[in-house]
């Protein structure tokens, strides 16, 4: 089957439509039905009691911040809380589930008809994503394959782990708005708390659903389930993989069968893995152990007082109080702490009496986040601090340097540390703003480059450019631009 990406640039004709169930491992200290603690790494088989490995008998007690996380949750993506929501069995079996079932949420689940905002291209307003459901159930164990020679075996410390399923509706069209729903869905469960959402270690955990369908149609096509997406990245190449070969099946006169299928990170391809199953394979009725799950409005009250401030009202905030654009406040707000060390920059200066918050977000983006992906760190792991950064920013703005010569402080700063103004005055790099030093400088420069002075003079204006670099270079980039640009226009053009 071909899989370039030119049959695909040849289906314009197609539509791709997605749904993402994104299951959130919730970041409770113990687990959902009774009180094992959901520790990750421990050895095997330790974490666990007779409800985990379900003894007969044994029965489950719901765990009260796993209701509050999965509320948090739901009011986060504006959704309903529902008063009175239930559980229920979803049975199969599978070895690294020991009850046979699967304690979840199915006709009453505790969250519906939620949305979340996102902006995946920065011309186009914001489009709307439906959540049709967030409920909550039980995760399994691990059935493990190597350690024991010869044996398959299985660690069930994982059983009882509470798990939020966020199910959108089929709104995305592409893989580029499926990777930004998840960055925006990963953004609030890390703000709320509720889940890590790491993505490699299946804490977050996403499974995409995706049909293709010719433009205009309004009836959806066979969909596929892909699995073992492990990465937004990986979401996003299985879904545009499995859209060409859909297309592809369909050109080809075949037909789209619903299956799962494993996606392949390696070989950047996906294989049938088995047949889905539809809800009704799975004969859910109501979990007979737990009472129905009953909500007051003022619980829901309290919780709602306790949310911290979310990406979108702190984006608007940022917007506001700082004059960001709001393609930089949705940069800083893709992390709280991301967020918090821009703020914290943003105070210092002024606090330094020289603020200039449109310049701290620039170095918090452009050259701190460019110098922290490179070396792979996050911004808690920053080897600059806020003030560090914050008086570099303040001696760009008070003149004392240029932006050149702050980008080589900030370097020695990021692999030796320092106090920025030490290093200033260690190294002599403050900003000649002696206007007679410029002066002879530019005089130097303008008798080197004769030819293209006469150039400029002749009306072409971009020789300034070079000519002013050759001035900064003079001068060891110390020089005030502004400066240099004032005193070579006013030479050149005296001497007409
Ligand atoms: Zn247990």
Not at 165 to 188: N, T
Not at 375 to 395: F, H, R, T, W
Request: charged share 25%.
């Amino acid at each position: 089957m071909s899989q370039d990406m030119s049959s695909f640039a040849g289906t314009d004709r197609y539509e791709i439509v997605v749904g993402l169930e994104v299951h959130a491992q919730m970041r409770t200290q113990s687990k959902i039905f009774c009180g094992c603690p959901t520790r990750f790494g421990a050895a095997a088989n330790t974490q666990i009691c007779p409800v985990c490995a379900a003894f007969p008998g044994v029965l489950p007690v719901l765990n009260r911040e796993v209701v509050n996380m999965a509320i948090k949750t739901g009011l986060a993506i504006h959704g309903q809380v529902r008063l009175l929501s239930e559980f229920s069995r979803k049975n199969y079996f599978y070895p690294d589930l020991p009850a046979g079932y699967q304690i979840s949420q199915y006709e009453l689940p505790i969250v519906e008809h939620g949305h979340l905002l996102i902006t995946p291209t920065a011309d186009l307003p914001p489009k709307r994503i439906g959540i049709t459901r967030i409920h909550i159930e039980v995760d399994a164990g691990k059935s493990m394959h190597e350690g024991i020679q010869g044996a398959s075996w299985v660690d069930l410390n994982r059983t009882g782990t509470p798990l939020m399923e966020i199910v959108s509706e089929p709104d995305l069209r592409s893989a580029l708005e499926a990777g930004e729903y998840l960055k925006k869905l990963r953004a609030i469960v890390r703000y709320l708390g509720v889940c890590d959402g790491n993505m490699e270690e299946g804490s977050f955990r996403c499974d995409a659903n995706v049909s293709v369908r010719l433009r205009g149609e309004s009836r959806l096509g066979t969909r596929c389930e892909l699995k073992n997406l492990n990465s937004i990245r990986n979401v996003m190449r299985a879904i545009d993989y499995e859209a060409v070969r859909q297309i592809d099946l369909i050109e080809s006169g075949e037909r789209v069968i619903q299956e799962s299928r494993l996606w392949n990170a390696d070989l950047n391809s996906s294989r049938s893995m088995r047949g889905k199953e539809d809800a009704h394979d799975y004969r859910y009725f109501p979990e007979p152990d737990l009472p129905p799950l009953r909500i007051s409005a003022a619980r829901i009250e309290s919780v709602a007082a306790s949310m911290p401030e979310l990406p979108d009202a702190k984006a608007t905030r940022l917007q506001t109080e700082y004059q960001l654009s709001e393609y930089d406040a949705g940069v800083l707000t893709a992390s709280q702490a991301l967020a918090d060390y821009f703020e914290a920059v943003a105070r210092y200066t002024a606090e330094l009496g020289h603020p200039n918050p449109k310049m701290a977000a620039n170095w918090v983006i452009g050259e701190l986040g460019g110098r922290l992906n490179k070396d792979n760190l996050e911004i808690q792991q920053s080897p600059i601090s806020v003030q560090q950064l914050g008086k570099l920013v303040a001696m760009i703005q008070q003149g004392v340097i240029s932006g050149k010569i702050a980008k080589e402080i900030f370097e020695t700063l990021f692999t030796d540390g320092g106090d920025p103004q030490h290093i200033v005055e260690q190294k002599g790099l403050q900003q000649v703003t002696d206007s007679a030093a410029i002066e002879e400088a530019v005089e130097q420069v303008l008798a080197t480059y004769p030819e293209d002075v006469a150039q400029y003079r002749a009306g072409k204006g971009k020789v300034l450019g070079f000519l002013v670099g050759q001035i900064m270079k003079a001068t060891q980039g110390k020089a005030n631009p502004a400066l240099v640009n004032q005193l070579l226009r006013a030479k050149l053009d005296k001497r007409l």
